[in-house]
């Protein structure tokens, strides 16, 4: 008897895709392709967005969410103040966003005073 455990190679054919999956990467490339087209600066200004938005939700929340919030604030700080002007004619937009939602940040983390 062999003490050779290896299997023995096998030509067995592919698995075919079926319909929905080669729909599916049909819809990823198509995707792709159409992303391929947008300048990056407008694809990371929109991602940026949704760094804000994640931000203003864990800041809605109740209990708000501070921890959470603070990352999401941190990662667009980076995006905002690392790529700067390269974010074209959204970088403006983005400084003032950043700038808003830290202000709420702060006045989320602040003790609340009582009325005077």
């Known amino acids: 008897m062999s003490s050779d455990h290896t299997m023995p ?7 075919e895709m079926d319909e929905g999956t080669a729909e599916a990467l049909e ?3 198509e ?3 159409r992303l391929a087209e947008v300048p990056a600066a407008i694809v990371v200004a929109n991602h940026a967005m949704g760094l804000f938005e994640l931000a203003a939700i864990h800041l809605s929340a109740e209990p ?5 919030a603070q990352v999401a604030i941190d990662a667009l700080g980076l995006l905002v103040d690392g790529l700067g002007e390269r974010l074209g004619e ?4 983005l400084v003032a966003a950043l700038g808003n939602i830290r ?4 006045q989320k983390s602040s ?3 009582p009325n005077e």
Request: charged content about 25%.
């Open 90 to 93: 959204h970088h403006d937009t």
């Open 103 to 106: 202000l709420v940040f702060v």
């Open 64 to 68: 708000v969410r501070l921890s959470d």
């Open 31 to 33: 995707a792709r392709r």
């Open 9 to 15: 190679a096998t030509d067995s054919p592919k698995p």
């Open 27 to 29: 819809a990823v490339a």
């Open 111 to 113: 003790p609340a005073t």
